[in-house]
């Protein structure tokens, strides 16, 4: 059975970091490419950053130089380095495994950018 885990998640004031985590079970993880989303309340869920099999990554223009994907493919993990948070980086974070026959979504975990 697929199980996406994310963690990391919290409270974090302007400027500060936090690095998320998600762990993949399922026995995918080395033929996926994996995603990190981000739905704000009250918004539609965006993309944020992607990492393919080979460990090349993209990034949303609006988290380009301050966000890093990365992934250890011994540890089944992604991970989001959150670097210089702003309070608009607000949101629930979701990790997504993209395979081609469908997709995988974990359960989320909250970031809050606040003073």
């Known amino acids: 059975q697929v199980q996406l885990v994310e963690s990391g998640g919290g409270l974090v004031q302007p400027g500060g970091s936090l690095n998320l985590s998600c762990v993949v079970s399922?026995?995918?993880?080395?033929?996926?490419?994996m995603d990190w989303h981000r739905q704000a309340p009250g918004k539609q869920r965006e993309w944020v950053a992607g990492?393919?099999?080979?460990?090349?990554?993209t990034y949303a223009d609006s988290v380009k130089g301050r966000f890093t994907i990365s992934r250890h493919n011994a540890k089944s993990t992604v991970y989001l380095q959150m670097n210089s948070l702003k309070p608009e980086d607000t949101a629930v974070y979701y990790c997504?495994?993209?395979?081609?026959?469908?997709?995988?979504w974990g359960q989320g975990t909250q970031v809050t950018v606040s003073s």
């Open positions: 990492i393919t099999i080979g460990g090349t990554p």
């Open positions: 997504n495994a993209v395979l081609h026959f469908g997709r995988y």
């Open positions: 399922g026995g995918i993880f080395s033929i996926a490419a």
